[in-house]
Protein backbone atom coordinates (compact mmCIF):
# COMPACT_ATOMS: atom_id res chain seq x y z
CA UNK A 1 0.00 0.00 0.00
CA UNK A 2 1.46 3.32 -1.21
CA UNK A 3 -0.19 7.02 -1.40
CA UNK A 4 1.13 9.49 -3.25
CA UNK A 5 1.67 12.93 -1.65
CA UNK A 6 1.26 16.33 -3.16
CA UNK A 7 2.23 19.89 -1.46
CA UNK A 8 1.10 21.84 -4.39
CA UNK A 9 2.45 25.98 -3.48
CA UNK A 10 1.89 29.03 -5.96
CA UNK A 11 5.30 28.00 -7.53
CA UNK A 12 6.73 24.69 -6.54
CA UNK A 13 4.97 21.24 -5.98
CA UNK A 14 6.11 18.91 -3.96
CA UNK A 15 5.37 15.56 -3.91
CA UNK A 16 6.36 12.19 -2.42
CA UNK A 17 5.56 8.29 -2.54
CA UNK A 18 5.26 6.92 1.13
CA UNK A 19 4.97 3.73 2.47
CA UNK A 20 2.52 4.73 5.55
CA UNK A 21 2.82 1.53 7.10
CA UNK A 22 6.45 1.23 6.90
CA UNK A 23 7.17 5.43 6.62
CA UNK A 24 9.26 3.86 3.73
CA UNK A 25 9.55 6.45 1.11
CA UNK A 26 9.85 5.34 -2.62
CA UNK A 27 10.41 8.70 -4.54
CA UNK A 28 9.84 12.51 -3.40
CA UNK A 29 11.14 15.58 -5.34
CA UNK A 30 10.14 19.11 -6.13
CA UNK A 31 8.95 20.54 -9.07
CA UNK A 32 10.12 24.30 -8.85
CA UNK A 33 9.40 27.57 -10.89
CA UNK A 34 5.79 26.73 -12.27
CA UNK A 35 4.56 29.39 -14.60
CA UNK A 36 8.24 30.07 -15.73
CA UNK A 37 10.09 28.59 -19.23
CA UNK A 38 9.00 24.62 -19.36
CA UNK A 39 6.64 24.48 -16.33
CA UNK A 40 3.94 26.49 -17.54
CA UNK A 41 1.20 25.08 -15.02
CA UNK A 42 0.54 23.14 -12.07
CA UNK A 43 -0.68 20.53 -15.17
CA UNK A 44 2.92 20.28 -16.70
CA UNK A 45 4.09 20.24 -13.12
CA UNK A 46 2.36 16.91 -11.82
CA UNK A 47 3.22 15.51 -15.40
CA UNK A 48 6.95 16.75 -14.89
CA UNK A 49 6.35 14.60 -11.42
CA UNK A 50 5.22 11.71 -12.95
CA UNK A 51 7.70 11.68 -15.65
CA UNK A 52 10.30 12.32 -13.09
CA UNK A 53 8.57 8.97 -11.21
CA UNK A 54 8.89 7.01 -14.08
CA UNK A 55 12.65 7.94 -14.58
CA UNK A 56 13.64 6.49 -11.54
CA UNK A 57 11.01 3.17 -12.81
CA UNK A 58 7.95 4.01 -10.48
CA UNK A 59 4.71 3.59 -12.76
CA UNK A 60 1.96 5.32 -10.73
CA UNK A 61 0.03 1.81 -12.14
CA UNK A 62 2.28 -0.58 -10.30
CA UNK A 63 2.71 1.07 -7.13
CA UNK A 64 -0.18 -0.30 -4.71
CA UNK A 65 -1.39 3.32 -4.74
CA UNK A 66 -4.78 3.71 -2.41
CA UNK A 67 -4.81 7.25 -1.96
CA UNK A 68 -3.60 10.73 -3.24
CA UNK A 69 -3.06 13.06 -0.05
CA UNK A 70 -3.10 16.72 -0.51
CA UNK A 71 -1.73 19.78 1.56
CA UNK A 72 -4.25 21.89 2.16
CA UNK A 73 -3.30 24.91 4.61
CA UNK A 74 -6.60 26.11 5.12
CA UNK A 75 -9.87 24.24 6.09
CA UNK A 76 -11.84 26.92 7.35
CA UNK A 77 -14.05 26.66 11.00
CA UNK A 78 -15.51 23.62 8.77
CA UNK A 79 -12.61 20.89 8.40
CA UNK A 80 -10.93 19.80 10.60
CA UNK A 81 -10.89 15.52 9.32
CA UNK A 82 -9.07 14.66 6.58
CA UNK A 83 -11.45 14.68 3.96
CA UNK A 84 -12.52 12.61 0.90
CA UNK A 85 -12.39 15.59 -2.18
CA UNK A 86 -15.12 15.06 -4.28
CA UNK A 87 -16.85 18.89 -6.31
CA UNK A 88 -18.62 19.65 -3.50
CA UNK A 89 -15.81 19.36 -1.34
CA UNK A 90 -13.50 21.89 -3.81
CA UNK A 91 -16.49 24.56 -4.30
CA UNK A 92 -16.24 24.73 -0.16
CA UNK A 93 -12.64 24.78 -0.47
CA UNK A 94 -12.79 27.62 -3.05
CA UNK A 95 -15.08 29.55 -0.69
CA UNK A 96 -12.45 29.23 1.99
CA UNK A 97 -9.44 31.09 -0.89
CA UNK A 98 -10.11 34.48 0.98
CA UNK A 99 -9.29 33.21 4.35
CA UNK A 100 -5.81 31.60 2.95
CA UNK A 101 -5.29 33.82 -0.46
CA UNK A 102 -1.87 33.10 -1.20
CA UNK A 103 -2.01 29.23 0.06
CA UNK A 104 -5.38 27.82 -0.56
CA UNK A 105 -5.55 28.86 -4.42
CA UNK A 106 -2.53 26.90 -5.54
CA UNK A 107 -3.48 23.94 -3.32
CA UNK A 108 -6.77 23.38 -5.36
CA UNK A 109 -4.58 23.85 -8.46
CA UNK A 110 -2.77 21.00 -7.43
CA UNK A 111 -6.20 19.13 -6.31
CA UNK A 112 -7.78 19.93 -9.55
CA UNK A 113 -4.84 18.30 -12.31
CA UNK A 114 -4.35 14.84 -9.89
CA UNK A 115 -8.11 14.58 -10.18
CA UNK A 116 -7.56 14.68 -13.61
CA UNK A 117 -5.18 12.50 -14.12
CA UNK A 118 -5.66 10.14 -11.47
CA UNK A 119 -9.26 9.83 -12.01
CA UNK A 120 -9.30 6.81 -10.44
CA UNK A 121 -7.90 6.92 -7.26
CA UNK A 122 -9.56 8.54 -3.54
CA UNK A 123 -8.14 12.11 -3.04
CA UNK A 124 -7.84 13.34 0.03
CA UNK A 125 -7.59 16.69 1.51
CA UNK A 126 -5.17 17.31 5.25
CA UNK A 127 -5.89 20.29 6.60
CA UNK A 128 -3.11 22.05 8.26
CA UNK A 129 -4.95 23.99 10.46
CA UNK A 130 -6.78 20.32 11.40
CA UNK A 131 -5.06 19.98 14.96
CA UNK A 132 -6.00 23.22 16.32
CA UNK A 133 -9.46 23.27 15.77
CA UNK A 134 -10.29 22.70 19.04
CA UNK A 135 -8.01 25.49 20.66
CA UNK A 136 -9.31 26.58 23.77
CA UNK A 137 -11.29 29.90 23.09
CA UNK A 138 -9.70 31.95 25.31
CA UNK A 139 -6.62 31.15 22.77
CA UNK A 140 -8.36 31.41 19.24
CA UNK A 141 -9.99 34.47 20.27
CA UNK A 142 -9.42 38.09 18.94
CA UNK A 143 -10.36 40.84 21.43
CA UNK A 144 -12.02 42.02 18.31
CA UNK A 145 -15.93 42.97 18.43
CA UNK A 146 -17.58 39.46 18.85
CA UNK A 147 -20.11 40.10 16.44
CA UNK A 148 -17.85 40.88 13.42
CA UNK A 149 -15.41 38.52 14.41
CA UNK A 150 -18.67 35.59 14.37
CA UNK A 151 -19.70 37.11 11.15
CA UNK A 152 -16.60 36.84 9.07
CA UNK A 153 -15.42 33.51 10.64
CA UNK A 154 -11.99 35.76 12.33
CA UNK A 155 -10.59 33.56 14.93
CA UNK A 156 -6.84 32.02 15.11
CA UNK A 157 -6.82 28.91 13.44
CA UNK A 158 -3.08 27.79 13.68
CA UNK A 159 -1.21 26.38 11.05
CA UNK A 160 1.96 23.71 10.44
CA UNK A 161 -1.05 21.53 12.56
CA UNK A 162 0.41 18.02 10.72
CA UNK A 163 3.94 18.94 12.21
CA UNK A 164 2.98 20.14 15.37
CA UNK A 165 0.97 16.66 15.79
CA UNK A 166 3.33 14.77 14.12
CA UNK A 167 6.59 16.08 16.11
CA UNK A 168 4.27 15.77 19.46
CA UNK A 169 3.85 12.39 18.83
CA UNK A 170 7.34 11.49 18.03
CA UNK A 171 8.83 13.29 21.12
CA UNK A 172 6.30 11.51 23.38
CA UNK A 173 7.55 8.28 21.78
CA UNK A 174 11.18 9.30 22.30
CA UNK A 175 10.62 9.73 25.89
CA UNK A 176 8.61 6.30 26.12
CA UNK A 177 5.70 8.33 27.70
CA UNK A 178 2.13 8.43 26.67
CA UNK A 179 1.71 11.36 24.52
CA UNK A 180 -1.48 12.43 26.46
CA UNK A 181 0.64 12.80 29.46
CA UNK A 182 3.05 15.01 28.23
CA UNK A 183 3.43 18.92 28.54
CA UNK A 184 4.79 20.00 25.44
CA UNK A 185 6.37 22.74 23.35
CA UNK A 186 6.80 22.56 20.05
CA UNK A 187 9.19 24.52 18.07
CA UNK A 188 8.30 24.57 14.00
CA UNK A 189 11.67 26.61 12.42
CA UNK A 190 11.35 26.40 8.57
CA UNK A 191 11.28 29.22 6.34
CA UNK A 192 7.81 29.41 7.46
CA UNK A 193 7.94 28.97 11.48
CA UNK A 194 5.37 28.41 14.34
CA UNK A 195 5.29 27.57 18.31
CA UNK A 196 2.85 25.18 19.81
CA UNK A 197 2.19 24.84 23.73
CA UNK A 198 0.09 21.13 24.42
CA UNK A 199 -1.47 20.20 27.32
CA UNK A 200 -2.29 16.37 27.65
CA UNK A 201 -1.47 15.73 24.24
CA UNK A 202 -4.41 18.71 22.95
CA UNK A 203 -2.95 22.08 21.74
CA UNK A 204 -3.79 24.92 23.82
CA UNK A 205 -2.01 27.59 22.23
CA UNK A 206 0.12 28.13 19.11
CA UNK A 207 1.38 31.23 17.36
CA UNK A 208 -0.08 31.27 13.84
CA UNK A 209 -3.66 32.83 13.48
CA UNK A 210 -6.48 33.31 11.18
CA UNK A 211 -3.49 33.65 8.61
CA UNK A 212 0.02 31.84 8.44
CA UNK A 213 1.35 35.36 9.12
CA UNK A 214 1.05 35.75 13.05
CA UNK A 215 3.61 35.39 15.66
CA UNK A 216 7.57 34.11 15.09
CA UNK A 217 9.42 36.13 13.20
CA UNK A 218 10.15 33.86 9.48
CA UNK A 219 12.38 33.79 6.68
CA UNK A 220 10.27 35.99 4.80
CA UNK A 221 7.34 36.66 7.02
CA UNK A 222 6.62 39.34 9.79
CA UNK A 223 5.02 37.21 12.11
CA UNK A 224 3.75 39.77 15.21
CA UNK A 225 3.10 43.41 14.30
CA UNK A 226 1.12 46.47 15.56
CA UNK A 227 -1.82 46.20 13.28
CA UNK A 228 -1.00 49.96 13.40
CA UNK A 229 1.41 49.95 10.95
CA UNK A 230 -0.42 48.27 8.81
CA UNK A 231 -2.63 51.60 8.97
CA UNK A 232 0.29 53.78 8.51
CA UNK A 233 1.89 52.04 5.85
CA UNK A 234 -1.84 52.49 3.69
CA UNK A 235 -2.41 56.17 4.98
CA UNK A 236 0.61 57.45 5.77
CA UNK A 237 2.76 55.92 3.01
CA UNK A 238 0.34 55.66 0.59
CA UNK A 239 0.85 51.43 -0.09
CA UNK A 240 -1.98 49.59 -1.01
CA UNK A 241 -3.07 46.32 0.27
CA UNK A 242 -1.89 44.09 -1.69
CA UNK A 243 1.52 45.92 -1.61
CA UNK A 244 1.44 45.68 2.08
CA UNK A 245 0.44 41.85 2.41
CA UNK A 246 3.30 41.39 0.04
CA UNK A 247 5.45 44.00 2.19
CA UNK A 248 4.47 41.14 5.53
CA UNK A 249 4.65 38.10 3.51
CA UNK A 250 7.34 38.12 0.89
CA UNK A 251 9.76 41.24 2.06
CA UNK A 252 9.97 40.84 5.78
CA UNK A 253 10.97 39.06 8.49
CA UNK A 254 14.74 37.46 8.74
CA UNK A 255 14.83 38.41 4.72
CA UNK A 256 13.21 41.76 5.26
CA UNK A 257 15.79 42.93 7.78
CA UNK A 258 18.91 40.87 7.12
CA UNK A 259 18.77 40.87 3.49
CA UNK A 260 19.18 36.92 3.46
CA UNK A 261 16.11 34.28 4.47
CA UNK A 262 18.95 31.38 4.04
CA UNK A 263 19.88 30.77 7.72
CA UNK A 264 23.18 29.67 6.37
CA UNK A 265 24.10 32.61 4.73
CA UNK A 266 22.58 34.49 7.05
CA UNK A 267 25.39 33.23 9.59
CA UNK A 268 27.92 33.66 7.02
CA UNK A 269 26.70 37.57 6.55
CA UNK A 270 27.09 37.72 10.21
CA UNK A 271 30.68 36.15 10.58
CA UNK A 272 31.26 39.00 7.87
CA UNK A 273 30.32 41.67 10.24
CA UNK A 274 27.09 42.58 8.75
CA UNK A 275 25.13 44.39 11.06
CA UNK A 276 21.25 44.16 9.44
CA UNK A 277 22.21 40.27 9.39
CA UNK A 278 22.74 40.22 12.91
CA UNK A 279 20.40 42.73 13.92
CA UNK A 280 17.62 39.81 11.82
CA UNK A 281 19.14 36.91 14.03
CA UNK A 282 18.64 38.89 17.06
CA UNK A 283 15.11 40.10 16.72
CA UNK A 284 14.63 36.64 15.36
CA UNK A 285 15.71 35.00 18.59
CA UNK A 286 14.38 37.36 21.00
CA UNK A 287 11.11 36.42 19.28
CA UNK A 288 11.29 32.61 19.78
CA UNK A 289 12.31 33.42 23.35
CA UNK A 290 9.09 35.65 23.91
CA UNK A 291 6.78 33.01 23.04
CA UNK A 292 8.74 29.81 24.73
CA UNK A 293 8.28 31.96 28.34
CA UNK A 294 4.95 32.76 27.00
CA UNK A 295 3.85 28.84 26.87
CA UNK A 296 6.07 27.81 29.60
CA UNK A 297 3.58 30.41 31.46
CA UNK A 298 0.34 29.07 29.95
CA UNK A 299 1.32 25.51 30.53
CA UNK A 300 2.48 26.51 33.81
CA UNK A 301 5.00 23.42 33.22
CA UNK A 302 6.69 21.75 30.18
CA UNK A 303 8.17 18.46 29.92
CA UNK A 304 9.78 18.67 26.83
CA UNK A 305 10.00 21.14 24.24
CA UNK A 306 11.01 19.88 20.82
CA UNK A 307 12.82 21.19 17.74
CA UNK A 308 11.73 20.61 14.10
CA UNK A 309 11.84 21.72 10.70
CA UNK A 310 14.93 23.36 8.52
CA UNK A 311 16.20 25.56 10.99
CA UNK A 312 14.68 24.15 14.21
CA UNK A 313 16.51 20.69 12.79
CA UNK A 314 19.95 21.87 11.16
CA UNK A 315 20.79 25.18 13.40
CA UNK A 316 22.57 24.77 16.98
CA UNK A 317 23.17 28.21 17.22
CA UNK A 318 19.29 29.07 16.99
CA UNK A 319 18.87 26.46 19.60
CA UNK A 320 21.50 27.61 21.76
CA UNK A 321 20.47 31.18 21.69
CA UNK A 322 16.70 30.46 22.19
CA UNK A 323 17.03 27.95 25.46
CA UNK A 324 20.45 29.79 26.78
CA UNK A 325 20.46 31.02 30.60
CA UNK A 326 17.10 29.32 31.17
CA UNK A 327 18.40 27.30 33.88
CA UNK A 328 15.96 29.18 36.04
CA UNK A 329 12.76 28.28 34.47
CA UNK A 330 14.16 24.51 34.24
CA UNK A 331 15.95 24.39 30.76
CA UNK A 332 19.42 23.50 30.40
CA UNK A 333 21.47 22.74 27.10
CA UNK A 334 24.09 20.61 26.53
CA UNK A 335 26.45 22.63 24.29
CA UNK A 336 27.99 19.20 22.84
CA UNK A 337 25.19 16.98 21.90
CA UNK A 338 23.41 20.01 20.70
CA UNK A 339 26.36 20.69 18.22
CA UNK A 340 25.96 17.31 16.97
CA UNK A 341 24.10 16.38 13.75
CA UNK A 342 21.98 13.71 12.99
CA UNK A 343 18.89 13.10 11.37
CA UNK A 344 17.39 10.98 14.13
CA UNK A 345 15.30 12.43 17.20
CA UNK A 346 17.48 13.14 19.67
CA UNK A 347 18.11 14.89 23.34
CA UNK A 348 20.15 18.24 23.57
CA UNK A 349 19.21 19.17 27.34
CA UNK A 350 21.43 17.85 30.40
CA UNK A 351 20.46 15.03 32.11
CA UNK A 352 19.81 16.79 35.12
CA UNK A 353 17.15 19.32 33.18
CA UNK A 354 14.08 19.71 34.86
CA UNK A 355 13.11 19.83 30.56
CA UNK A 356 14.11 17.65 28.23
CA UNK A 357 15.18 19.37 24.75
CA UNK A 358 14.66 17.23 22.23
CA UNK A 359 15.47 18.22 17.97
CA UNK A 360 12.63 16.15 16.22
CA UNK A 361 12.98 15.81 12.51
CA UNK A 362 9.36 16.82 10.92
CA UNK A 363 8.14 14.80 8.44
CA UNK A 364 4.35 15.84 7.27
CA UNK A 365 4.38 13.60 4.21
CA UNK A 366 4.79 10.83 6.51
CA UNK A 367 1.84 12.32 8.76
CA UNK A 368 -0.35 12.88 5.61
CA UNK A 369 -0.11 9.20 3.97
CA UNK A 370 -1.20 8.02 7.41
CA UNK A 371 -4.04 9.80 7.49
CA UNK A 372 -5.09 8.46 3.97
CA UNK A 373 -4.33 4.88 4.64
CA UNK A 374 -6.55 5.74 8.06
CA UNK A 375 -9.24 7.10 5.78
CA UNK A 376 -9.46 4.53 2.85
CA UNK A 377 -8.85 1.74 5.38
CA UNK A 378 -11.83 2.88 7.83
P1 LIG B 1 9.65 25.11 4.48
O1 LIG B 1 8.95 25.99 5.44
O2 LIG B 1 9.85 25.73 3.12
O3 LIG B 1 9.16 23.67 4.45
P2 LIG B 1 12.07 24.00 5.69
O4 LIG B 1 11.50 23.42 6.92
O5 LIG B 1 12.58 23.09 4.64
O6 LIG B 1 11.11 25.08 5.04
O7 LIG B 1 13.23 25.00 6.13
C1 LIG B 1 13.95 25.72 5.18
C2 LIG B 1 14.95 26.62 5.87
O8 LIG B 1 15.77 25.84 6.74
C3 LIG B 1 15.93 27.29 4.94
O9 LIG B 1 15.42 28.51 4.44
C4 LIG B 1 17.13 27.53 5.83
O10 LIG B 1 17.00 28.82 6.43
C5 LIG B 1 17.02 26.49 6.90
N1 LIG B 1 18.08 25.47 6.83
C6 LIG B 1 18.13 24.38 6.07
N2 LIG B 1 19.27 23.72 6.27
C7 LIG B 1 19.97 24.40 7.20
C8 LIG B 1 21.25 24.24 7.84
N3 LIG B 1 22.03 23.21 7.57
N4 LIG B 1 21.60 25.17 8.75
C9 LIG B 1 20.81 26.22 9.02
N5 LIG B 1 19.61 26.42 8.46
C10 LIG B 1 19.20 25.54 7.55
Request: proline letters at 4%; charged letters at 20%.
Amino acid sequence: MTVLVINSGSSSLKYAVVKPDTGEFLADGIVERIGEGPIADHDAALRAAFDALAAEGLHLDELGLVAVGHRVVHGGQTFYRPTVIDDALVAKLEELSPLAPLHNPPALLGIQVARKLLPELPHIAVFDTAFFHDLPEAASTYAIDHDLAQQWKIRRYGFHGTSHEYVSRQAAEFLGKPHDSLNQIVLHLGNGASASALSGGRPVDTSMGLTPMEGLVMGTRSGDVDPGVIMYLWRTAGMSVEEIETLLNRRSGVLGVGGQNDFRKLHELIESGDQNAQLAYDVYIHRLRKYVGAYLAVLGRADVISFTAGVGENDAAVRRDALSGLTGLGIEIDEGLNAERSKQARRISTPDSPVTVLVVPTNEELAIARSCADVVTS
